[in-house]
C-alpha cells in the first residue's frame, strides 16, 4: 500500500479506474437517481427542490466528513451521535441572533465538537481503547448531557440561522450547498498536509506508518478533533434546517454515515477512499428517501432500504477492490 | 494429536494466571451489589427488602439472556448491535404469531426462536464468509429488521401474551418465581456452553487469535456463524420473556437493553478484543448494572444523570482494562514513597 493517496488508481484501465473511484461513481449514481426523481416530480429541477434536497444533506454529509477522517485511521467513532444531539440542544437553548451571533454559534459549534472528539481522541489513541468501545462510551455520556441541557424536544434556534443558511445566497447557489463545497475544498487542502497524508499511512499500515516517523498516537488524537468539529458544524446545519433542538437528535446520523462512507468508496479498513465521496454519498442517501417517498414506499420501510443499501454498498466496494487488485497482478 | 490437545496447552497457562484477576472482579462486582442492595434503605426507606431484590433479579433475567449471546459475539471479537431490534421482533412475532392462545404455543415458540436465530446467522453470515466489519452488518442488519419489524405491525403492536409466558414470568414453581428458576438454568446452561464445550473452546480460540484457530483447525466460518445465530437465539428469548412480563409487545421495546448487553460483558471485565472472558462475570455485570439502575431510579435523578452515569461506567470499565487505573496508583504509590524516603 503506497503512502500518497490515490483515489482513482492510476494504471488501471479508465472504465475499471471509474469503478474504483468512489467518489466518481456515487456522483453519477445521484445524477442518475436525480433522473429518476425528475421523472416522478417534474419540479425536481428547479432551484427550490434542489435547495431543498441540500438542506436535507448537508447534516449528514459534514457527519460523514467527520466520520470519514476517523475510518481512514482504521476506527469507528459512534460519539457522532452525541456531538450532534449535544450541539442541537445548545443552539436552541442559547439562540444568537444576526450574522455576528451566527458566526459565533457556528464557532462554538466546532469548539464543543472538537472538545469532545479530544476526549476520544485522547481515550483511542494515547490509552489505546478500541474505538467503537471508547466512543461508545462517549456517546453515551453526550446523550445525558444533551438530557440536561434540554430533556425534550423543544427551544428555537435563532431565526438568522434557520432563515439564512437554508437560503438561497448570490441567487443561485443554496447556503447548505456553499457549506458543504467549503469542507470538501478544506479536506481536499488538508488532504496534501503531514496531517492527511498520515491518516492514509495509519490506515494502511500503522506499524509501517510508525516507523518511517510518523507520530502515530498524535495524528489519531488529531483525527478525532477534526471529526468532532465536523460532526459539530453538521449539528449546526441540523439546527439551521429544524429551527428547533432535540436531545435525541443525533441517533439516525450513525448508522447513514456509515453507509454514506461505504457508498462514498471509502474502505471501511482504513487507509482507502476520501471526505469528497462521502459527501456525495450523504446526498445519495437522503435523495434516495425522496425518490422512495415520492414513489409512495411507506415511511417505516425507509430504513430497510437504507440498511439494505449500506450493506449492498460494502459489498459492491468489496467487488471493486478486489477486481482491481486482480487488475493490478496482471 | 487432537486439535483439543494444541488448544489446550496455550490456553491453560494464561487461564491459570487470569484466573484470580477474573474471579476477583466477579467477586468484587457481586460485593458492590450486594453492599448497594444493603445501603440502599438510606437512599429510599422502601428499599432494602426482599421486594427489591426479587425486582432487580426479574430485571436482570432479560439482560442475563441477552448478555449471553452478546459476549458470545464480543468473545470473538465482534459485537451485536442488532440485539435490540432482534429483541422487539421476537416480541412483536410472540404477540402477532401466537397471540394469547396457548394451544399454538408449543407449535410457533420454536419457530420464532429459529426466525432470530435465523437473522443472527445472517449477521454471522456477513461477517464471516463476507468479511464485513461486525458492527457495520449487525447495526445494518439491525435496523432492516427494525424498519421490517415495524412495517409488519403498521406501527401498532397488537395481540396479547401467550399464557405460558405470563407464568413463567409472573408465576411460581415449587414457592419459588419460576422466572428466577428458568434463568439459573439457562446460566448453567450457558456456562456449560461457553466454558466446558469444545464450541465453546473453539469460540475461545477464534478470539484470542484467528490465525492460531485456523491453524489449528478450527472451523472459523461455522463457528462464528453460530455464535452470531445463538445471539439472535438469545434476543427473541428476551423479547419473548418480556412480552410475558408486560403483557404485550412494544415498538422499540428492545431499544434499551442494546447497550447494557454489551455494558454487562465489559464491566464484568471480559474485553472488548475478544479471547478472554466468562459467563459468571457477565452475570456478576449484569447484576451491578441492575441493583445501580434500580438505585439511581429511587434516588430520583433526572434521565440525564443516568445517562451520564451509564456512560461512565463503561469508560471506567475499559479504562480499568486498559491498565490505567492501576497506572496511575502505582504512579502515585511511587511518588508517595519517593516523597518519604
Redesign the interface.
Known sequence: MSLVPNESLPGTRPSRALFANGALMAGVFYVVLYGVYAAYDPGALSLATFTDLMNNAAPLALAAAGQTIVVLTRG?DLSLAGTISIVSVFMAVFPMEDAGGGAASFAACLAIGGAIGAVSGL?VAF????S???T?????????????IL?APGGAVAEWVSYEMTDVVFGFAPASGLVVLAFALAWLLLRKTDLGLSLYAIGADEGAAGLSGVPVARRRFWAYVLAGACYGAAGFMLSAQTATGDPNAGMPF??LS??SV?LGGTS??GGQGGVVGSLIGACVLMLMQKVLFAAGV?S?????S???L??LA??FG?LVSRAASSGDAK | MTVEATLEAPTDTRRAARFSGEALTAMGLFALSAGMVAASPLISPALGSWSQIYTILLLVSFLLVISFGQGLVILTGG?DLSVGSVMMLGGVLTTTWIGGDSATFWGVMPVVLAFGAGIGALNGI?VAM????P???T??????T???A??YT??TTLGAAPPPLLLLMKGDILGAPSVIVFVLLFCLVAWTLQSRTTFGRKVYAIGSSRRAARIAGVPIVSTTILVYATSGLCATLSGAMLVGYSNGATLRMGDPYL?PS?AAV?VGGSS??GGSGNFVNTICGALFLATLESLIAASGL???????????I??GA??V??G?ISGVFASVARRVRGAGG
Not at chain 1, 490509552?127 to 478500541?130: D, H, K, P, T
Not at chain 2, 463476507?130 to 466489519?133: A, C, E, T
Not at chain 2, 433526572?302 to 461512565?312: F, K
Request: glycine share 16%; charged share 5%.
Open positions: 469507528f481515550l490509552r489505546g481503547i478500541q467503537i468501545a471508547a461508545l462510551g462517549v456517546m453515551i455520556v453526550c446523550q445525558g448531557i444533551a438530557l440536561l430533556n450513525l448508522l456509515f453507509a461505504a471501511l479498513t411507506s417505516f420501510y425507509i430504513g430497510a437504507q440498511g439494505a449500506l450493506i460494502i459489498l468489496r | 459485537l456477513g463476507v468479511g464485513i466489519p458492527f457495520i452488518m447495526m445494518g442488519v439491525g435496523i432492516v427494525a424498519s421490517l415495524l412495517g403498521g406501527g447497550l454489551i465489559v472488548i478484543l433526572g434521565q440525564g444523570w443516568r445517562t451520564i452515569l451509564s456512560g461512565l463503561i469508560v475499559l479504562l482494562q486498559s490505567w
